[in-house]
């Protein structure tokens, strides 16, 4: 028995659970060897009213490259949290650098939430962001960044079911990608994800009941499941629901 290898491209933040503070435990709770290649190294998430942000840009072609060298192979490869606009066309290098035939690309288009970008990502990032989708397998944007993807205003959005289905569907860019389109309300109480798989062409939802506040990083431990339940071999709609 061989254990799954995840690439995982996000960052490093100190304080307030997400990205790689969660990738690294959920992938490997599921059984899993999470590696993860940084993006950048934060004292806390940039939600917080301050924060120390170090750039990791520059440092990770030259980390990649060395597994190349290895010539070290990944059953798939996620990415989140991006730093820079230069970094975004670099994380591209490396998804075809280190991509194999067998290879799936998750790739979670983090740029903001309720309508608002994050502290650190500019207008050109958020612009970016769409060609990095390009090369995903799996996207799994909320709300908010299917609206920047889609050039929709996110103020017009209802955020239901119905026009969730749709959403996901313009988003697999004619049945190219799959995509999880997460922050859907369908029913009272109810929260979850429109899913579009390219596997059967088939649009659903997958719903859940609204535990109410604000839970940061629950969008990474969302990816984190949903990509460890693909390397495990389930379907798009059985991922979601775990
Ligand atoms: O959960 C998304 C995320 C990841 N990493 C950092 C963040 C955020 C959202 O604010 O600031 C550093």
Redesign the pocket.
């Known amino acids: 028995f061989m254990q799954k290898k995840i690439a995982v491209i996000?960052?490093l933040?100190g304080y307030g659970r997400?990205?790689l503070t969660v990738a690294i435990p959920v992938l490997s709770a599921m059984g899993h060897q999470c590696c993860p290649i940084p993006t950048?190294i934060?004292s806390n998430?940039?939600?917080f009213p301050v924060y120390f942000f170090d750039d990791y840009t520059e440092k990770m072609t030259t980390y990649t490259d060395k597994w190349k060298e290895l010539g070290l192979s990944f059953d798939a490869i996620a990415t989140?949290?991006l730093g820079s606009e230069a970094q975004i066309g670099i994380v591209m290098e490396i998804v075809q650098k280190l991509k194999a035939e067998k290879t799936f690309v998750v790739v979670d288009p983090?740029m903001g939430?309720h309508g608002r970008r994050?502290?650190?990502y500019t207008q050109l990032m958020c612009e970016a962001m769409g060609a990095l989708c390009a090369q995903a397998d799996v996207i799994t944007p909320n709300l908010t960044e299917a609206a920047f993807l889609l050039d929709l205003d996110y103020a017009s959005l209802s955020g239901g079911g119905k026009e969730g289905l749709e959403l996901a569907r313009a988003l697999s860019e004619g049945g190219r990608r799959s995509v999880v389109l997460t922050g859907v309300s369908s029913g009272e109480g109810m929260v979850g994800a429109a899913c579009y798989d390219r596997a059967s062409g088939r649009a659903g939802l997958v719903m859940a009941p609204r535990v109410e506040g604000e839970y940061?990083?629950t969008?990474?431990i969302f990816a984190s499941v949903l990509t460890g339940g693909l390397v495990g071999g389930m379907e798009l709609e059985q991922a979601a629901a775990l």
């Open positions: 996000n960052d933040s997400c990205s950048a934060l998430h940039t939600e989140g949290f983090v939430d994050y502290a650190t940061h990083g969008g990474d």
